[in-house]
């Protein structure tokens, strides 16, 4: 059921929806007032909890249905460390991924006793799984991230998993905003600047203009394949993963660097720091409440020793071999360099 419509839902049906039912709709009302994309998230994982722990959907559930052991919620944790992946290759879920599956959950039953129901949420506190370990999502070039989507859409439904790349890499939009993204959220201001309205974690909302090119493949792919109020298909982060592990073994990029989807929006927040060399700017673009978030974890940490300050200062750049170049190899060289430094070059030149 559309997460829109369940308010209506709710006042049309009336008494007739299952009581179980209403209770987990007023739940998940209340989390759609922080966010929709936050409900959206919370009704899957309820959903995914209960289908396989009681084999129903969320409507056809009881009271007898809520009664859950310690032993059932650590038995369904066991299930969802051994899931893996589509391929039977690696694990569905992260140790972060499945603690805040249980987490949800219990915070469902934490709101349950609203309706009088006498649940007992303690049995879903268990010892979370260890993140310590989990190597972070590692960083992408610009330059990298076409190269994949390039390869990502010569695959099974690559034109639409390319577009939603795309997006990513152009925009850092969450990828919860861009799996639920509407058609009425594309927006042409003044028929001239595209802009995508995408409303981010706790419903903050995210305009964010996007180039004509980019706009217009968003616009052929909506007329081709768009039927329903969302633009996108596809829903899971896994899809997305398996796509990109499969550009990466083709373009050679190591397994050891743990590139996922969201490396998309860590490049795309990496590339504007170097690009614009304004904290501010960046901030802005990753959407970050707090400036130390976008530093600490989504500028790269690996730096070239010979470009920072503490060693540059006060030493001459020595650019006299620029006078022996021809024009041609001055222009290869600038070529080769590093977008933020190419696009300095560019203000300069066009003042």
């Not at 829109?4 to 209340?30: D, M, R």
């Not at 217009?216 to 899971?236: A, C, D, P, W």
Request: contains cysteine.
């Amino acid at each position: 059921m559309n997460m829109n419509n369940t308010q209506g839902y709710t006042k049309v049906i009336g008494i007739h929806i299952p009581t179980v039912h209403k209770a987990i709709l007023s739940f998940l009302e209340e989390r759609r007032g922080a966010s929709q994309n936050t409900a959206i998230s919370y009704k899957q994982h309820i959903e995914q909890f209960f289908g396989y722990t009681r084999g129903k959907k969320l409507n056809e559930l009881n009271e007898e249905d809520l009664m859950f052991t310690r032993q059932e919620v650590v038995e369904y944790r066991n299930y969802l460390i051994n899931l893996m992946d589509e391929n039977g290759v690696k694990k569905r879920y992260s140790n972060s991924s499945i603690n805040t599956k249980i987490s949800i959950v219990k915070s469902l039953f934490d709101f349950l006793p609203n309706y009088d129901y006498q649940v007992n949420s303690l049995v879903f506190k268990l010892i979370p799984l260890t993140e310590n370990n989990s190597k972070p999502n590692g960083f992408l070039t610009w330059n990298e991230m076409q190269q994949i989507i390039i390869k990502v859409k010569n695959q099974k439904n690559g034109w639409e998993k390319s577009i939603i790349l795309k997006l990513a890499a152009q925009t850092a939009i969450r990828k919860n905003a861009l799996f639920n993204l509407k058609r009425t959220e594309i927006l042409l201001i003044n028929n001239e600047i595209p802009v995508i309205k995408a409303y981010d974690k706790k419903g903050k909302l995210d305009n964010k203009p996007i180039p004509i090119v980019i706009y217009n493949e968003l616009m052929e792919f909506i007329k081709v394949h768009g039927k329903g109020e969302r633009v996108f298909t596809i829903r899971s982060q896994a899809t997305l993963n398996n796509a990109i592990a499969k550009a990466c073994e083709e373009l050679q990029i190591s397994k050891d660097r743990k590139i996922t989807f969201h490396s998309f929006k860590k490049g795309s927040v990496d590339t504007t720091q170097k690009v614009f060399k304004d904290v501010k700017i960046t901030q802005q673009h990753a959407n970050h409440a707090n400036p130390s978030t976008t530093l600490n974890i989504y500028t790269d940490s690996i730096h070239d020793y010979k470009m920072m300050p503490s060693f540059l200062l006060g030493q001459e750049i020595d650019l006299s071999k620029l006078e022996e170049m021809s024009k041609e190899e001055i222009i290869n060289v600038i070529q080769g360099l590093d977008i933020g430094i190419k696009a300095e070059i560019g203000r300069k030149i066009n003042k």
